[in-house]
Nanobody, 126 residues
Framework: QVQLVESGGGLVQAGGSVRLSCTASGRSFSGSAMGWFRQAPGKERDFVAASGWSGGTTNYAETVKGRFTISRDNAKNTVYLQMDSLKPEDTAIYYC???????????????????WGQGTQVTVSS
């Protein structure tokens, strides 16, 4: 069955960098959108970044634009999130998500995705 597994989370100082990875199994997502969301304690799960099937089309939340970069390697069925210039406000559980098929649009909402990873914790110390 389909499974998405995130990795790369951990503790980092403010201003540092972390690279998250998410590898999917069970089916190929080469023709589908993939994205990243995050959820801080007591908060809703919010959009971070999304990538179209080729990786050439991307969309970012305003709070991370210019600092985070989403990329993907379809041959590896993997999506990445490079996080630079991290701030304490970035502390959250980060979730990988994938859609069953390309639908168009910006893929900024939870309902745009069909599969989810278990999440990985990123903690940014000040």
């Amino acid at each position: 069955q389909v499974q998405l597994v995130e990795s790369g989370g951990g503790l980092v100082q403010a201003g540092g960098s972390v690279r998250l990875s998410c590898t999917a199994s069970g089916r190929s997502f080469s023709g589908s959108a993939m994205g990243w969301f995050r959820q801080a304690p007591g908060k809703e799960r919010d959009f971070v970044a999304a990538s179209g099937w080729s990786g050439g089309t991307t969309n970012y939340a305003e709070t991370v634009k210019g600092r985070f970069t989403i990329s993907r390697d379809n041959a590896k069925n993997t999506v990445y999130l490079q996080m630079d210039s991290l701030k304490p406000e970035d502390t959250a559980i980060y979730y990988c998500a994938a859609s069953k098929s390309w639908r168009g649009g910006y893929y900024r909402t939870l309902h745009d995705y069909d599969y989810w990873g278990q999440g990985t914790q990123v903690t940014v110390s000040s």
